[in-house]
């Protein structure tokens, strides 16, 4: 599958056979780019402006929100609960956290996740093998809860942070990666790229972080 970053926690991802899905698009009031080109899946993980903008994503996609399970074009989904904050969802609400299965490779978006999974969440989550985890703190876990989650995935091989300040949003009250890569003990890579190929075959060995450039 060809897996890009488009910006802040909205992601491309194109299986095999065609099957294009968009993650979590956020609204004109965010300075990244918008989704380009038509979409099969919309996935949402919460309803708030800056991931649930589902109108900018072109080509009357399927929208998918919430838990539950679901089976598109031979790409499998679950939908995990989890919350926004550390207190139970009270400060800033429920999210769902995505399980997909595209061409083999297990991947889990994480959304605005706000705490630490419990050993509920981290059961399907078991075999996840690529994640889209939030690293920038504030709105959603920081770096070191974000390396909390990681460690509790043994099978994980890229970890793609997401939810970070650059350039574009350096107003924003969120951390640049770099304070997340400070604490990581596993390979960094710094890829001069938004979209990378993920099959299969050709995981690392052990954990790697990968980070992408937006698009």
Same mark, same amino acid.
């Given at each position: 599958?060809?897996?890009?970053?488009?910006?802040?926690?909205?992601?491309?991802?194109?299986?095999?056979?065609?099957?294009?899905?968009?993650?979590? &698009? #956020?609204?004109?009031? /965010?300075?990244?780019?918008?989704?380009?080109?038509?979409?099969?899946?919309?996935?949402?993980?919460?309803? *708030?402006?800056?991931?649930?903008?589902? *109108? =900018?994503? +072109?080509?009357?996609? =399927?929208?998918? =929100?919430?838990?539950?399970?679901?089976?598109?074009?031979?790409?499998? $989904? @679950?939908?995990?609960?989890?919350? *926004?904050?550390?207190?139970?969802?009270?400060?800033?609400? @429920?999210?769902?956290? #995505? =399980?997909?299965?595209?061409?083999? %490779?297990?991947? %889990?978006?994480?959304?605005?996740?706000? *705490?630490?999974?419990?050993?509920?969440?981290?059961?399907?989550?078991?075999?996840?093998?690529?994640?889209?985890?939030?690293?920038?703190?504030?709105?959603? $876990?920081?770096?070191?809860?974000?390396?909390?989650?990681? @460690?509790?995935?043994?099978?994980?091989?890229?970890?793609?942070?997401?939810?970070?300040?650059?350039?574009? /949003?350096?107003?924003? &009250?969120?951390? &640049?990666?770099?304070?997340?890569?400070?604490?990581?003990?596993?390979?960094? +890579? @710094?890829?001069?790229?938004?979209? %990378?190929?993920?099959?299969?075959?050709?995981?690392?060995?052990? +954990?790697?972080?990968? %980070?992408?450039? #937006?698009?």
């Amino acid at each position: 599958m060809k897996l890009q970053w488009i910006g802040h926690a909205c992601f491309r991802i194109e299986a095999s056979n065609g099957t294009v899905i968009i993650i979590d &698009p #956020y609204d004109e009031s /965010v300075p990244y780019k918008a989704p380009e080109g038509p979409a099969d899946l919309v996935l949402s993980t919460h309803d *708030h402006f800056d991931h649930n903008a589902v *109108h =900018r994503v +072109k080509g009357n996609p =399927r929208i998918i =929100r919430g838990v539950g399970e679901w089976e598109e074009k031979g790409i499998k $989904i @679950r939908g995990i609960p989890a919350y *926004h904050d550390e207190k139970g969802g009270k400060d800033r609400g @429920r999210i769902t956290i #995505y =399980r997909l299965s595209v061409d083999g %490779v297990t991947l %889990v978006h994480f959304g605005d996740l706000g *705490h630490v999974i419990s050993a509920e969440q981290q059961r399907p989550l078991e075999d996840a093998e690529v994640a889209l985890i939030p690293v920038g703190g504030y709105y959603t $876990i920081g770096p070191k809860e974000a390396l909390e989650t990681i @460690r509790l995935l043994p099978n994980l091989k890229i970890i793609v942070p997401m939810h970070f300040k650059t350039e574009l /949003v350096k107003d924003w &009250p969120i951390e &640049p990666v770099d304070e997340f890569l400070a604490l990581v003990e596993f390979p960094v +890579k @710094r890829l001069d790229t938004s979209e %990378v190929e993920v099959t299969k075959d050709k995981l690392p060995e052990e +954990k790697e972080v990968w %980070v992408l450039k #937006y698009a």
